[in-house]
């Protein structure tokens, strides 16, 4: 679907999908949660003749921010997040960066609705609220490739967990059955660990969402 691709690194201790979308033939990438060593990954993209346009943050979990700072200033791209996500993401306690034993907290520069569509570089994308993982967990729907990226909310044939701060199972199985699954079926899922899938799949398979 269209010429909007995506590529993946995997960073940091909890082995987290960074990915970055891009347009066949262009430079400008969207990243999506630099979970660490934003420099590596400012200059592993540069080598390969990227350059970051945007910063989008699923949530803001200590495994998908790590990386944040040193990829804002290398690359100087704005990052953007679910208005919803503003105190986790600014606070070491809730976002577990503290007792994950390196504190970190961040602000992002655009803080976005429910639903809103965001466009960095001529690509575009429409943010999803997906509330339970966390209280702003959020994925985004990229319709010209046909995927969502969907953080800790949805994974193959499991969920995220809702043990932490601002966690909550029930919501969380409310966002996928009630937003996440009216994507169409064939809409490849890129979660923020393991392998991807489909809604499809998940919808007939998931045993979370069953």
């Known amino acids: 679907m269209g010429d909007l691709k995506i ?3 995997m960073m940091g201790i909890c082995q987290t999908n960074c990915y970055f979308v891009y347009q066949e033939g262009k430079s400008d990438v969207i990243f999506i949660d630099p979970a660490d060593q934003g420099a590596y990954i400012y200059d592993a993209l540069k080598e390969r003749g990227f350059t970051v346009a945007g910063i989008l943050l699923t949530h803001g979990h200590f495994d998908h921010i790590w990386g944040l700072e040193e990829l804002r200033e ?7 997040i679910w208005e919803q996500e503003k105190a986790l ?3 070491a306690r809730l976002n577990v960066s503290a007792g994950a034993g390196r504190a970190c907290s961040a ?12 466009t960095i570089a001529g690509m575009t994308c429409r943010l ?7 209280e702003g967990s ?8 046909g995927f969502l990226v ?18 909550d199972m029930g919501r969380l199985v409310r966002s996928i059955r ?4 009216l994507l169409p079926d064939e809409t490849k899922v890129y979660p923020g660990h393991g392998e991807a899938t489909e809604i499809g799949y998940e919808k007939k398979y998931n045993p979370f969402c069953a």
């Open 7 to 9: 590529g993946r690194l």
């Open 74 to 80: 290398k690359s100087g791209a704005p990052v953007y």
């Open 89 to 91: 993401l600014g606070d």
């Open 107 to 118: 602000e992002a520069d655009v803080y976005v609705k429910d639903g809103e569509e965001i």
């Open 128 to 134: 999803i609220g997906t509330p339970g993982h966390t």
């Open 138 to 145: 959020c994925c985004y729907y990229f319709p010209e490739g």
């Open 150 to 167: 969907s953080g800790d909310t949805l994974f193959a044939d499991s969920v995220g967990r809702t043990d932490l701060p601002t966690g």
């Open 178 to 181: 009630e937003k996440v699954f």
